[in-house]
């Protein structure tokens, strides 16, 4: 059975190969990613092929204590990959 780590980085994987497939996946990709521009390509994927309708994404203490929102009971979270360390990690975030 494929660890949680695993699962992500395959749907990364089948995100990236299917947004040159159709223009019209591109423009979907790109109408996200213009709006989560300050976000690296890696997690700009991650959102795009978890919630392509978010508009901002943060860790949950962000959103409660700099923000002053919170995150709705029941709400999921999306999953971005961390590979900037010595091993590759899943964080979870919030929209």
């Given at each position: 059975m494929p660890s949680k780590t695993?699962?992500?980085?395959?749907l990364a994987?089948?995100?990236a190969n299917g947004l040159t497939r159709y223009w019209e996946s591109w423009t979907d990709y790109l109408t996200t990613a213009s709006r989560l521009y300050k976000y690296p390509f890696a997690d700009q994927l991650m959102i795009y092929?978890?919630?392509p309708d978010a508009t901002a994404c943060a860790e949950y203490d962000l959103w409660n204590e700099k923000m002053g929102r919170y995150v709705r009971r029941g709400s999921?979270?999306?999953?971005?990959v961390d590979d900037s360390g010595d091993k590759i990690?899943?964080?979870?975030?919030?929209r």
């Open positions: 695993e699962e992500y980085l395959a994987q089948r995100t092929a978890q919630r999921k979270g999306i999953a971005l990690v899943v964080k979870e975030e919030y």
